[in-house]
Structures are given as structure tokens and as C-alpha cells.
């Protein structure tokens, strides 16, 4: 397409508040996704952090508190 002016491409024959409100929606849709992938994975090892430690926590508890059987 041809357009006389920059005003005439930004207004893309009536259809440029749909086009550059798409466009603007997508950029913040990809420069969004990245974010919340990475807080995600953040959350995600922390929650896995304090679950191993909880765990050692609870198997370290559960072998003290079992007696040694001597052997005889």
C-alpha cells in the first residue's frame, strides 16, 4: 500500500486504532510472557528449597528419635 503521509499510515484508512491497538496488545503480551516465566521458576525453586529442607528436617527427626537395635 501507498500512503501520502505518515499521519495517513498511522490512521491505516480508518482501521488504525484496531491495527496499532493489536500491536501494542501483542508487544506487551511477549515483553509480559518472559517475566512471568521467570518469577515463575523463581517461586517454583524456592518452593522446592524449603520443601528438601523440610524433608531432611524430617528424616533427620525420625532417625534420631528411633533407637539403635544392638546387636547381639
Known amino acids: ?15 488504525g486504532l484496531y491495527v496499532w491497538g493489536s500491536v501494542g496488545v501483542m508487544a506487551l503480551l511477549m515483553t ?25 528436617s524430617e528424616a533427620t527427626r525420625d532417625r534420631r528419635a528411633t533407637p539403635l537395635r544392638s546387636k547381639a
Open 1 to 15: 500500500m501507498h500512503w501520502n503521509s505518515f499521519s495517513e499510515f498511522l490512521a491505516m484508512g480508518t482501521h
Open 32 to 56: 509480559a510472557e518472559p517475566i512471568l516465566l521467570l518469577h515463575g521458576r523463581k517461586t517454583l525453586l524456592i518452593r522446592l528449597k524449603r520443601q528438601y529442607r523440610a524433608e531432611r
